[in-house]
């Protein structure tokens, strides 16, 4: 058997302290290069990092066109004529002849009241009028028979003058007996509550078997065809209409002359299909609110507008021209600053302060910051980075056109 092995494990033993020794000796300085060595060989054998690609980017170009600018103001609407109905004379209310938020014709009996009073009243005014013509003419036979015996002295001319003031009197009873059956007459009418204009009639506010009188509002016709639409613009508003508003008020331009350019936006968001126009100005600036009134028209045939309705009233105020126009979802706001993120022809991303103007429907209007042309970020902003690189894709085309809702 060989003794190499056991010869090798034992000088090992015997090597082994002088080998701790160096090594405390030395200190783990003298490894490092070697471990930096080893850790540099194991880089170099990995690949090179790949740059990712830059990011996709929807954007849209600067338009420039002429856009026709609206005003905007809430709207009531209320009937162009709203008749109260009441009664002309008094008595118990014994029928309603009406449907409640019916259409009514100008004429139509709403309301009937007891007319067994006013009939006797009738009669009796008759039977005045009657023995008022008997004495009438009685006076009138005893002038006639008077008249030759007063001319013979056969009477006292005192007694003929007596019968000329008789008959005189009995004529001025005719005219108020006269007086007094049309007046019966018309009360017997007017126990027939009707309708004073044509339009849509209310909720009843008298029931029947109610003691009525003049007082007391039975219901109200609304005239809605045409139907009025009240708002409150400011004075500066109103100063740039006054002249046209003027000339209405004074007579100058008729209703059926004035321009129907006013569009009426309903609560569900639909344009109302009829334009209006303006009617009428209050006669003062209200001093709490610095608000003037101003009545527009409608109209209605169809009857959809109703009293108490909400509205938007708009017409258009003037055209900007040449306006810059970007999509809304492009503009960012920060602080009350606004920005786009522009891409130029070397395809990299820059963000622009800009200037806004007014919104048109989706779109604003640039007044200062960018150029007709250029290409805004509308989708992907957050990927953008400045002075970084894009892949810009045309976005779908956005309306350029002030939209009606």
């Known amino acids: 058997m060989s003794l190499e092995p056991e010869r090798s494990i ?26 930096l060595l080893v850790l540099t060989l194991g880089c170099d054998k990995k690949e090179e990092a790949v740059a990712p690609p830059p990011p996709d980017v929807q954007v849209t170009g600067v338009v420039q066109q002429d856009v026709p600018l609206y005003g905007e103001w809430v709207a009531t609407l209320d009937g162009f004529v709203n008749a109260q109905i009441a009664p002309q ?30 009939e006797a009243a009738l009669d009796q005014a008759k039977g005045n009028f009657a023995e008022t013509q008997a004495k009438l003419g009685k006076t009138e036979l005893d002038v ?36 007094q059956v049309q007046q019966a007459e018309l009360n017997v009418g007017f126990t027939k509550v009707r309708s004073l204009v044509d ?21 109200t016709v609304s005239q809605v065809s045409p139907i009025k639409a009240y708002v409150s613009i400011s004075e500066q508003e109103y100063l740039r209409a006054a002249q046209r508003i003027s000339m209405v008020s004074s007579g100058q331009l008729s209703l059926d002359k004035m321009p129907r350019n006013l569009e009426l936006i309903l609560s569900d968001g639909t344009t109302y299909k009829y334009k209006g126009y303006f009617v009428v100005a209050d006669r003062q600036v209200d001093l709490k609110t610095g608000t003037i009134r101003l009545a527009a028209a409608f109209d209605n045939p169809e009857g959809i507008l109703r009293p ?60 200062e910051g960018l150029k007709p042309g250029e290409q805004v970020i509308v989708e992907g902003m957050q990927k953008a980075k400045e002075g970084s690189p894009v892949k810009a894709v045309q976005a779908q085309a956005e309306p350029t056109k002030a939209q009606g809702d």
């Open 308 to 367: 108490g309705q909400f509205a938007r009233l708009r017409v258009e105020t003037r055209v900007a021209k040449d306006a810059l126009l970007v999509p809304q979802r492009a503009v960012v706001e920060t602080q009350g600053s606004y920005s786009v993120v522009v891409v130029g022809s070397d395809s990299k991303a820059s963000i622009r302060p800009v200037k806004t103007g007014e919104r048109v429907g989706e779109l604003w209007i640039i007044t």
């Open 144 to 179: 006639k028979r008077d008249t030759p015996l007063a001319a013979q002295s056969a009477i006292p001319q005192a007694q003929l003058d007596n019968d000329i003031q008789a008959n005189e009197a009995a004529k001025a009873m005719i005219v108020a007996s006269q007086a």
């Open 10 to 35: 034992r000088l090992a033993r015997e090597i082994q302290p002088f080998r701790k020794a160096a090594l405390t000796r030395l200190g783990f300085g003298a490894a490092i290069p070697t471990l």
């Open 199 to 219: 339009g849509i009639a209310g909720l009843a506010k008298g029931q029947i078997g109610d003691l009525v009188g003049p007082t007391t509002i039975l219901t």
């Open 89 to 118: 004379v008094s008595g118990y209310l014994m029928k309603q002849n009406y449907r409640e938020g019916s259409v009514v014709k100008k004429g139509d009996v709403l309301f009937e009241i007891d007319p067994r009073p006013f």
